[in-house]
C-alpha cells in the first residue's frame, strides 16, 4: 500500500465543499472525493504522464540539479517566448487518449514499472530529443541565455496548457464544482492560476505542502481513520504555521547570549515599519515555523516593495539568481486594489495577474510578465504579520510588503532562534526582528 500525500486533502475543504474533483500527480490520478471517500476517475502510469518527470529533466539540461530547477524555472521562464523547444516538446503530448485525459507518447515500448530509473527513461528521451548533447552553457548568475529562456519557457507553457487541459476533464468527467491540488506540479503557481482565470471551478483548494513533504499529513490522516478509528474534522486548513515553538525565554537567553544591542519592542513593529521604509532589509523571525515551502510571515526577509532597487538588493543578500522574482504579502482586504480578480490565499502557491498600473507602485515584486504569487494576510489568522502589513499602510499608503523566506544561499529556511541569529550575522541585513526583539547592525 502507498500512502499518498493527497490522502488528507479530503479533511481540509470546508464542510459545503466536501464534494470535489482531487488531482494528484506521480502518478497522474483524479479523484472522485465525497465526505472522505475516494473514488478513482483515471489514472495515468508515472511512465506515461509525470508532468513532474518532464519538467526535472528539462530543468537539468537548463542546468540544474534534482529539486533545485523547478521553482526556479518558473521564474525564469517569462523570459522566454515561444520557439522550437515549445513545438518539439508539445509533439510529444496527446490529449485524450483513449482512457487518459492526456500522455506523453515516445517511440518504443515503455511498460509500466515502479523503479524510478526506469519510468523516468522517456523523459529523459525527450529531454534529449529536446535539446540534444549535454547542458545549456550559461551561467545562471550571468546574462540570460537565449536557450535557457527557451526552454523554460517551452516547458511552463506545456505544463499550463496540460494542468488546464486535466482540470477541464476533470470537470467534465468528474461532475464535481470544487477542485483540489496535490502533488509536486500543484506547487506550480503559474499553472494554478492558469485553471483560477479559466473559473471552472466554484473553489480550488492547493495543498500547502502539495510535494512529497506532505506526505507525512496524509500518512497521519490515513492511519488515524483507518488503524485508530478516529474521524477527521471536515474544514478547510486555513493555517500553516505547524512548527515547533520557541518560547519567550529561550529567545531572549539567544539574544543575550550574542551580545546584541537588542531592543524590546514587543508587538509594537512601528520602529520595524520605519527601518523598512528607510530602505531596510530586515529578517523577520516570530511564532512556530510554517508547513511547506514558503515563508508566510514567522521566517521571512521583508523589504519596501516600492523601491524597485529592493527586487536586486533582496536577492543579492540571499545569494539568489539576479532574475529571480520576489513575492508579496498584502492585506486581504487589498487584493483587490492591486490584482485582478483574485480570491483570499494564505499560501503563496497560486499566482495572480497585476492591475496595469500596479507595477508601477510596487516594482520590487512584480515580475517581467506582470504577475505576482502573493500571500493575504488577515489578522485572525497571523496578528502581528497582520499589523506588520497595517502599520506599513498606515505610513505609506500601500498594504503590501516584499515577503521571501530568511534562509541564506543553498540553506533551508531558518528553524530556531538561534538559526536566525546565525544567519542574520551573516547575512546583509541591517536588522532583526526576532519574536519581540529589534537588532539593528
Given at each position: 500500500?502507498?500512502?499518498?500525500?493527497?490522502?488528507?486533502?479530503?479533511?481540509?475543504?470546508?464542510?459545503?465543499?466536501?464534494?470535489?474533483?482531487?488531482?494528484?500527480?506521480?502518478?497522474?490520478?483524479?479523484?472522485?472525493?465525497?465526505?472522505?471517500?475516494?473514488?478513482?476517475?483515471?489514472?495515468?502510469?508515472?511512465?506515461?504522464?509525470?508532468?513532474?518527470?518532464?519538467?526535472?529533466?528539462?530543468?537539468?539540461?537548463?542546468?540544474?540539479?534534482?529539486?533545485?530547477?523547478?521553482?526556479?524555472?518558473?521564474?525564469?521562464?517569462?523570459?522566454?517566448?515561444?520557439?522550437?523547444?515549445?513545438?518539439?516538446?508539445?509533439?510529444?503530448?496527446?490529449?485524450?487518449?483513449?482512457?487518459?485525459?492526456?500522455?506523453?507518447?515516445?517511440?518504443?515500448?515503455?511498460?509500466?514499472?515502479?523503479?524510478?530509473?526506469?519510468?523516468?527513461?522517456?523523459?529523459?528521451?525527450?529531454?534529449?530529443?529536446?535539446?540534444?548533447?549535454?547542458?545549456?552553457?550559461?551561467?545562471?548568475?550571468?546574462?540570460?541565455?537565449?536557450?535557457?529562456?527557451?526552454?523554460?519557457?517551452?516547458?511552463?507553457?506545456?505544463?499550463?496548457?496540460?494542468?488546464?487541459?486535466?482540470?477541464?476533464?476533470?470537470?467534465?468527467?468528474?461532475?464535481?464544482?470544487?477542485?483540489?491540488?496535490?502533488?509536486?506540479?500543484a506547487l506550480n503557481a503559474k499553472a494554478n492560476m492558469v485553471i483560477h482565470y479559466a473559473k471552472l471551478f466554484n473553489d480550488m483548494f492547493i495543498f500547502p505542502a502539495a510535494n512529497d513533504a506532505g506526505t507525512p499529513i496524509g500518512a497521519a490522516a490515513y492511519v488515524?481513520?483507518?488503524?485508530?478509528?478516529?474521524?477527521?474534522?471536515?474544514?478547510?486548513?486555513?493555517?500553516?504555521?505547524?512548527?515547533?515553538?520557541?518560547?519567550?525565554?529561550?529567545?531572549?537567553?539567544?539574544?543575550?547570549?550574542?551580545?546584541?544591542?537588542?531592543?524590546?519592542?514587543?508587538?509594537?513593529?512601528?520602529?520595524?515599519?520605519?527601518?523598512?521604509?528607510?530602505?531596510?532589509?530586515?529578517?523577520?523571525?516570530?511564532?512556530?515555523?510554517?508547513?511547506?515551502?514558503?515563508?508566510?510571515?514567522?521566517?521571512?526577509?521583508?523589504?519596501?516593495?516600492?523601491?524597485?532597487?529592493?527586487?536586486?538588493?533582496?536577492?543579492?543578500?540571499?545569494?539568489?539568481?539576479?532574475?529571480?522574482?520576489?513575492?508579496?504579502?498584502?492585506?486581504?482586504?487589498?487584493?483587490?486594489?492591486?490584482?485582478?480578480?483574485?480570491?483570499?490565499?494564505?499560501?503563496?502557491?497560486?499566482?495572480?495577474?497585476?492591475?496595469?498600473?500596479?507595477?508601477?507602485?510596487?516594482?520590487?515584486?512584480?515580475?517581467?510578465?506582470?504577475?505576482?504569487?502573493?500571500?493575504?494576510?488577515?489578522?485572525?489568522?497571523?496578528?502581528?504579520?497582520?499589523?506588520?502589513?497595517?502599520?506599513?499602510?498606515?505610513?505609506?499608503?500601500?498594504?503590501?510588503?516584499?515577503?521571501?523566506?530568511?534562509?541564506?544561499?543553498?540553506?533551508?529556511?531558518?528553524?530556531?532562534?538561534?538559526?536566525?541569529?546565525?544567519?542574520?550575522?551573516?547575512?546583509?541585513?541591517?536588522?532583526?526582528?526576532?519574536?519581540?526583539?529589534?537588532?539593528?547592525?
Amino acid at each position: 500500500m502507498r500512502l499518498r500525500p493527497t490522502t488528507s486533502v479530503v479533511s481540509i475543504m470546508q464542510p459545503s465543499s466536501l464534494s470535489m474533483a482531487l488531482v494528484s500527480s506521480k502518478p497522474t490520478v483524479v479523484w472522485k472525493v465525497r465526505s472522505g471517500e475516494f473514488e478513482k476517475v483515471a489514472s495515468i502510469p508515472t511512465v506515461y504522464g509525470s508532468l513532474g518527470a518532464l519538467y526535472e529533466n528539462i530543468c537539468a539540461k537548463i542546468g540544474y540539479d534534482y529539486l533545485e530547477g523547478p521553482g526556479k524555472v518558473m521564474g525564469l521562464a517569462p523570459y522566454g517566448k515561444a520557439s522550437k523547444y515549445y513545438e518539439k516538446l508539445k509533439s510529444f503530448i496527446k490529449f485524450d487518449d483513449k482512457d487518459y485525459p492526456f500522455r506523453f507518447v515516445v517511440p518504443g515500448r515503455w511498460r509500466v514499472k515502479n523503479a524510478l530509473s526506469y519510468y523516468s527513461k522517456p523523459y529523459y528521451f525527450i529531454a534529449d530529443s529536446v535539446y540534444p548533447g549535454g547542458r545549456v552553457p550559461w551561467d545562471p548568475r550571468g546574462d540570460l541565455h537565449p536557450d535557457a529562456v527557451g526552454l523554460a519557457w517551452a516547458v511552463q507553457a506545456v505544463t499550463e496548457e496540460t494542468m488546464l487541459h486535466l482540470a477541464r476533464w476533470a470537470r467534465e468527467n468528474v461532475g464535481e464544482g470544487n477542485l483540489g491540488l496535490a502533488g509536486g506540479v500543484a506547487l506550480n503557481a503559474k499553472a494554478n492560476m492558469v485553471i483560477h482565470y479559466a473559473k471552472l471551478f466554484n473553489d480550488m483548494f492547493i495543498f500547502p505542502a502539495a510535494n512529497d513533504a506532505g506526505t507525512p499529513i496524509g500518512a497521519a490522516a490515513y492511519v488515524y481513520e483507518h488503524v485508530l478509528g478516529g474521524k477527521m474534522k471536515r474544514q478547510r486548513l486555513r493555517t500553516v504555521y505547524l512548527g515547533p515553538e520557541y518560547g519567550d525565554d529561550e529567545v531572549r537567553k539567544v539574544v543575550e547570549r550574542g551580545g546584541w544591542n537588542a531592543k524590546y519592542v514587543g508587538d509594537d513593529v512601528n520602529e520595524v515599519v520605519d527601518l523598512i521604509v528607510k530602505g531596510f532589509v530586515v529578517a523577520w523571525f516570530q511564532g512556530r515555523a510554517e508547513l511547506g515551502p514558503r515563508a508566510l510571515g514567522n521566517r521571512s526577509i521583508i523589504a519596501d516593495p516600492r523601491r524597485r532597487d529592493m527586487w536586486g538588493v533582496v536577492n543579492r543578500i540571499k545569494g539568489r539568481e539576479w532574475w529571480r522574482p520576489l513575492a508579496p504579502s498584502l492585506l486581504e482586504e487589498d487584493a483587490s486594489k492591486y490584482f485582478i480578480e483574485p480570491v483570499p490565499h494564505q499560501f503563496m502557491i497560486l499566482m495572480y495577474k497585476y492591475k496595469p498600473e500596479m507595477c508601477e507602485v510596487v516594482p520590487a515584486v512584480c515580475h517581467v510578465d506582470q504577475t505576482a504569487r502573493p500571500q493575504t494576510v488577515n489578522k485572525e489568522e497571523n496578528r502581528t504579520w497582520y499589523e506588520l502589513i497595517k502599520a506599513f499602510k498606515d505610513e505609506t499608503g500601500e498594504g503590501i510588503i516584499l515577503n521571501t523566506s530568511f534562509n541564506l544561499a543553498g540553506e533551508p529556511l531558518v528553524e530556531t532562534p538561534t538559526d536566525a541569529i546565525r544567519s542574520y550575522a551573516l547575512g546583509g541585513f541591517k536588522a532583526i526582528y526576532i519574536q519581540g526583539y529589534l537588532i539593528q547592525k
